[in-house]
């Protein structure tokens, strides 16, 4: 999810140029988003919910609300990342700040875009939006958050193929991210069922009692 960072201007190399660097709010709003990513995606809860709660404290002190619901807006995208169906009621607390695109970023994830919304989106968002069949735009997404946001975004609105899900359960593998794994596996684990193929279910599993071991 680079595209929070780009739009709150951080300058990551702004120290080893001529160019001012970026005020201390901005790099540590980005830096708090990074470690509340990472941990919400290892399942550390009280981690992410920390790093966030300095995140937008960074962001408040702008007296900014539309940058407050553009993080709301970024911390709800993960949770589609993971399947997680639970309200987004950080960002629908600031809904009425927020800018256009936030705003229709926020229902493309909700799955409720009205008209106009799509030219509104990411590229790479509005790309995977278009296709009937959203792999191929995957694929081509470099950021492993964006692809896993994508991926749930598509499961929401009923494209999640099952080589868009196989996309998310490599990614997520590859990153070594329990949470999304998990859920991942979850969906394809569901389908093996549904088609009647033990073997497959039987083999998700064991990958799954490998990332969470019963207890």
């Known amino acids: ?62 007296g900014r609300p539309e940058l407050v619901a553009r993080t709301e807006a970024y911390r709800c995208a993960l949770r589609v990342a993971t399947l997680n169906t639970e309200p987004c009621t950080g960002f629908d607390a600031v809904a009425a700040d927020a800018a256009p695109e936030d705003a229709a970023y926020a229902r493309y994830l909700a799955n409720t875009l009205q008209p106009g919304d799509a030219e509104r989106l990411p590229p790479a968002h509005r790309a995977a939006l278009a296709s009937a069949d959203p792999a191929g735009a995957l694929q081509g997404m470099a950021d492993p958050v964006t692809r896993l946001v994508a991926a749930g975004a598509a499961l929401r609105r009923g494209q999640a193929s099952p ?3 196989q996309l998310a359960v490599d990614t ?20 093996a069922r549904a088609a009647g193929d033990a073997a497959a279910v039987q083999r998700l599993q064991r990958r799954i009692d490998t990332v969470a071991p019963p207890r």
């Open 163 to 165: 080589a868009v899900v």
């Open 1 to 62: 999810m680079k595209r929070l960072a780009t739009l709150i201007c951080i300058a990551a190399l702004a120290a080893c140029s001529s160019t001012p660097p970026p005020p201390d709010w901005q790099m540590g709003a980005k830096s708090s988003l990074d470690n509340a990513a990472t941990a919400w995606f290892e399942g550390r809860d009280a981690v992410e919910r920390a790093e966030f709660a300095r995140a937008r404290a960074a962001v408040a002190r702008t």
């Open 172 to 191: 997520a593998s590859a990153q070594g991210w329990p949470r999304p794994l998990l859920a991942w596996l979850g969906v394809q684990q569901q389908a």
